[in-house]
């Protein structure tokens, strides 16, 4: 009855009070809206604005993988109409030329657009700052300057492919690539260009992982992603020089005609090799080091135990690193190279493999005693170990000298680097996202169909890739638009395999875009992980990460940190009691809770998980 | 042939390929062993330790020091070991014996050519004796090529302006197949090329008589060249482009030049165009570089140009009865099908 006006009701309890700035619906990913008066452009340029221009890392993240998942799409569907005209031999729909142009876009856009930079630019860009107890990386702009170098690089190398492609092949080989008519000067700049992204994004990281460790976070207690991305920096430091200073010799000599590549202006074409492996030998360690990470975390993650072995796995991803700048040889046993180099890279290429085989035992070691949850990361890490395994012994094959003068520019080396590069780096990149993005976007996959993209895509893999190992021992070389019908049946299955492959594929972006609408909100921590992204901050996370800086005060993957409910201790940390919280639940993932994340002083100090009902 | 080879590796047609063969099955089954051992324990600790509750708290386990030495000491020696018989079989299979017969071989887009030590050539067939060391030396004339014989488990890049060799020894007398296995451009899927390997005796009367076909008509002489020569590379009969123009369709036409010129496609003009063929370019073609062809005989020229015409209809009887006569009566030269490749014997340009 009553029609006196009252003030407005308060949703809010009023003995919850957030710091300004600090309200539950507020994360980065939205910009306060404008007036329901501010219509048309005007509504949504400064959203528009605000993440141009943003210098957050975890925008930036953001940006990056936006990016470079359409690249990953783009060449993708590019290598299913590759599969396709391999069908059958003979022209089916596709001239040879085309087909040239075609699979060299593939590799192209591959390897330099999508796996250099995506999982550190994407996932690494997202989780180390945080992972780190930072606020941001060291050199925000820089972070920010390197996303437009790259996106710049990008935007050359597709003005290379539309205007008349490229048939050279990934490898830029000479002669063959100061002969052609093709867009090669253009790529060859895109490629220098972004390789600057590439660099910077190195800096960023190292000085990020010297100077801004929160306190407590001793190098011992670096989380293993972060290990990997560190090792990653100094090769991308160290390597991608090499290769803009190919390119620019290229072009030099294409554009001067200064013979430095071609034969024909007294120049070495087995030196523009030695050249281009000296990067691209290192760039495959810098394509498949933060996957080592990524898979690091989720076996931890998805086990409930210490990752087995942490220092041995640290020390080896940084081993790796340094190895593979010796190992690039082993590309040209049969180029011309003098057999002694030869011999020595070999003995150096059998070396590289053992910390490698030291970190799948690991991996397969954590799972013991420990809680295997098998969650779509869980599943992504697995056939990751079972993938790579594959990938990294074929290499051994593939090592020995004797054995690669058959298997060389085969069709077994193309099964071999895509089992490493798609089945290691892919894989353990979609297990890394499914994992991160609740984290990233506060919203949680549907799991059924994560699942059932991850046996989709391990069967299409294998199908698509095994057979290949098969075709290439048996002597079909790599690059051939037509082939004898003695390699029809297998080709064949292997084309029906990429189909699968492109489903699984097709399953994660439905998925990746129907949870950003459909999702149930995510918890603070759904997978019970110890790391400071998970345990310190909401999903997803505030603009600044942390309202304080965390303390830590026990390892990465101390899961018996979050489970100490024993009641001892006072709950600071300051007795020895290591952050353990009297009481504290278990990390139960309860997609039922979540939405806006409410901060409590608890969640900053580190003594509580954020998002729990006793919050 | 009785080897059919395995479900991994093709036949083993050389001496050395068993050596290469043992070191890939070693690794194979090794290979094996490790995987199943890797996967084994993935499945098994997965299901035995799945989490049948989030409040699950896995046991502490401990690092075992030992343990995780030995993950680096055995897989080292096994590596090692790998190293030294990779290394071993490259250098056993990778130097040639002393009394090897050398062939030069050149790479060029997108064909093989062979010449022999008594300086006859082939292209597109390598004629070797059984049972004899051979030793290839090898270049290219513009990008990379290599030379790979599955069969024989030889492989090696053709450089230009460089020789590089490898040797291999035919146990069988039979037909091998060889691919280029460096990316060169449009045909690079189709560079093949046939190692033929004959008996001591058939070889040195191949060496003497250089091909044969003496005894063919010209149009089945050309059809035997077309493929040969690898004209099939670049040329197709049945009227469809590759990189060159095709075969079917184009006797007896006008074909306009690059440099604005044209001429009416007849035996002269396709002389011309086998053994200059940068003179004239028809149009549309100006980046496909054809190698020339200085070295066929007269014969073989009335050969090819009699097949153009066959396919396109073109060759009767009564050429066929003129050809056979020329080639009884008079030397090979004064074919009247077949006026001599004389760079002088331009073409007429159009007005």
């Known amino acids: 009855m009553s029609t006196v006006a009252t003030a407005p009701v308060r949703t809010e309890p009023a003995t919850r009070a957030y710091p300004p700035g600090h309200e539950p619906v507020h994360h980065y990913l939205l910009e306060p809206g404008p007036g329901p008066d501010v219509r048309g452009f005007a509504r949504v340029w400064p959203t528009i604005k605000a993440w141009a221009t943003t ?29 396709a005209e391999l069908m059958n031999p003979g022209s089916d729909f596709l001239t040879a030329d085309q087909y040239n142009r075609l699979f060299t876009f593939h590799g192209v856009v591959m390897v330099f657009l999508f796996i250099v930079p995506s999982i550190p630019a994407s996932l690494g860009n997202f989780a180390l700052p945080i992972q780190l107890g930072a606020k941001d990386v060291a050199f925000p702009k820089l972070n920010l300057a390197s996303y437009y170098i790259f996106l710049a690089g990008a935007s050359i190398a597709l003005y290379a492919i539309f205007t008349g492609g490229i048939d050279t092949g990934w490898t830029f080989y000479t002669p063959y690539s100061d002969t052609t008519n ?23 990281f190292i000085v990020t992982i010297h100077k801004m460790r929160a306190p407590g976070l001793t190098w011992n207690r670096l989380p293993l992603f972060i290990w990997a991305l560190y090792a990653v920096s100094i090769v991308q430091i160290l390597a991608t020089p090499v290769i803009g200073i190919t390119m620019l010799l290229l072009a030099m000599e294409r554009f001067l005609n200064i013979g430095i590549f071609d034969p024909a202006l007294g120049g070495d074409p087995v030196l523009f090799q030695h050249f281009f492996w000296f990067y691209s030998h290192p760039a495959v360690y810098i394509m498949i080091l933060p996957a080592f990470g990524v898979i690091s975390e989720l076996m931890g993650v998805f ?14 991803s940084v081993a790796i690193a340094m190895l593979g700048f010796f190992v690039w040889g082993h590309h040209m046993f049969v180029s011309g190279q003098s057999p002694l180099s030869s011999i020595v890279f070999s003995v150096i290429t059998f070396l590289i493999g053992v910390p490698s085989g030291i970190k799948v035992l690991n991996w397969v070691a954590t799972m013991y005693k420990g809680s295997v949850w098998l969650a779509t990361p869980m599943l992504y890490a697995l056939a990751f170990l079972f993938l790579f395994t594959i990938g990294g012994l074929t290499g051994i094959m593939v090592g020995a000298i004797g054995v690669d003068i058959h298997l060389h520019d085969t069709y077994f080396i193309v099964a071999h680097f895509h089992y490493v590069m798609m089945g290691g780096t892919v894989f353990a990149m979609i297990g890394g996202l499914f994992y991160w993005w609740p984290k990233m976007f506060g919203k949680m996959m549907s799991e059924r169909w994560g699942r059932i993209s991850a046996v989709v895509a391990f069967f299409g893999f294998n199908m698509t890739f095994f057979t290949q190992f098969v075709l290439g021992s048996q002597g079909m070389p790599r690059r051939y638009f037509t082939y004898l019908d003695q390699y029809h049946d297998l080709h064949m299955v292997s084309t029906v395999g990429s189909w699968f492959l492109g489903l699984g594929l097709l399953m994660v972006l439905g998925n990746m875009i129907w949870s950003l609408f459909r999702g149930k909100p995510a918890p603070g921590n759904p997978w019970g992980a110890a790391t400071l992204e998970w345990t310190h901050t909401t999903s997803p996370p505030d603009h600044h990460n942390f309202h304080r800086t965390p303390l830590v005060t026990h390892g990465p993957y101390d899961y018996d940190a979050l489970f100490a409910g024993d009641g001892s201790g006072d709950g600071t940390g300051g007795d020895g009691s290591a952050g353990r919280v009297p009481g504290m639940p278990a990390p139960v993932p309860n997609p039922e809770q979540g939405g806006p994340q409410e901060m409590h002083k608890s969640v900053d100090l580190g003594l509580a998980q954020p998002k729990s009902k006793h919050d | 042939m009785e080897d059919k080879g395995t479900f991994w590796l093709p036949p083993q047609a050389s001496t050395t390929a068993h050596e290469i063969d043992a070191l890939f099955n070693f690794i194979l089954w090794a290979s094996v062993v490790v995987m199943a051992g890797v996967t084994f324990y993935m499945v098994y600790y997965a299901w035995k330790y799945r989490r049948r509750s989030h409040a699950d708290r896995p046991v502490e386990v401990h690092p075992s020091k030992w343990l995780e030495l030995s993950w680096v000491i055995i897989p080292s020696l096994l590596v090692l070991v790998v190293f030294f018989w990779g290394f071993q079989t490259f250098v056993s299979a990778g130097i040639a014996p002393d009394n090897s017969y050398e062939i030069r071989v050149v790479g060029k887009k997108w064909l093989w050519e062979f010449e022999y030590p008594n300086g006859s050539t082939s292209v597109g067939d390598l004629y070797v004796p059984v049972g004899e060391p051979v030793q290839l030396v090898m270049t290219s004339t513009d990008v990379l090529h290599s030379f790979y014989i599955p069969s024989f488990r030889v492989k090696h890049d053709a450089v230009p302006n460089r020789y590089t060799t490898v040797w ?59 493929t040969q020569q690898a004209c099939n590379a670049c040329h197709s009969i049945d009227g469809s482009a590759k990189v060159g123009p095709s075969w079917l369709g184009t006797w007896g036409e006008v074909r306009p030049f690059a440099d604005g010129g044209s001429a009416v496609m007849d035996a002269n003009y396709t002389v011309e165009s086998i053994v200059a063929p940068q003179a004239h370019i028809v149009q549309g073609y100006e980046n496909a570089a054809m190698p020339a062809y200085p070295n066929l005989t007269e014969r ?45 014997a331009e073409p007429v340009p159009a007005e």
């Open chain 1, 55 to 83: 210098v957050d890392h975890k925008r930036i993240g953001v940006m990056y993988l936006f990016t470079v998942s359409l690249f990953f799409a783009v060449a993708g569907i590019a290598a299913l109409g590759v599969r």
């Open chain 1, 182 to 204: 093709t867009a090669v000067l253009p790529m060859t700049l895109a490629v220098f260009v972004a390789g600057f992204a590439s660099i910077l994004t190195g800096i960023n």
């Open chain 1, 303 to 316: 086990s409930r135990q210490k990752v087995f072995g942490y220092r041995a796995i640290a020390l080896s």
């Open chain 2, 168 to 226: 291999f020894e035919v146990k069988e007398a039979g037909e091998y197949q060889v691919f280029c296995t460096e990316y060169c451009g449009t045909s690079h899927s189709e560079m093949y090329a046939k190692v033929i390997a004959v008996d001591r005796g058939t070889f040195n009367e191949w060496l003497q008589t250089g091909g044969g076909g003496d005894d063919l008509p010209l149009p089945r002489l050309g059809e035997q060249l077309y």
């Open chain 2, 300 to 344: 073989q020229l009335a050969g090819i140009v009699a097949y153009i015409r066959e396919i396109n209809g073109d060759w009767s009887d009564e050429d066929a009865a003129a050809a056979a006569a020329s080639d009884s009566t008079a030397a090979p030269a004064d074919s009247a099908a077949v006026p001599a490749a004389d760079p002088a």
